[in-house]
């Protein structure tokens, strides 16, 4: 009899907390801002459009093409040049052949 009366109770005590729970509000601080990265697609160096070939030729004379990379659409390219000194640099390129800032 006594189990009759408490266990009741306990599924009201029950009931009755878990609606005072209230989810916290999350401020703009809190709330991560997550960009997509650009996808590149590697390519071999000849493959590249004649006008991306005569940029490097011109703007970095003596400098080879050690990487190249395409956006999926071929509108940009991310290009690894390795310069007479053995230097590296990585430059971004567009189908045109003008030099594309990313900072």
Known sequence: MKNLFVLPLLA???LLGTQ???AQEASSDDIAVVTPQEKYI????ENLP?????????DFKGATI???EAKEDASEFKLE???????????FCDAEGKWVSKE
Do not use: M, R, W, Y
């Not at 590697?42 to 160096?45: G, N, S, V």
């Not at 004649?50 to 011109?58: F, K, M």
């Not at 040049?81 to 430059?91: P, S, Y």
């Open 12 to 14: 009201l005590g029950l």
């Open 20 to 22: 005072t729970i209230n």
């Open 42 to 45: 590697e390519l071999a160096a």
């Open 50 to 58: 004649q006008p991306v070939l005569d940029a490097v030729a011109n």
């Open 66 to 68: 050690s990487k190249a």
């Open 81 to 91: 040049l390795t310069k007479e000194d053995g230097e590296t640099v990585q430059v």
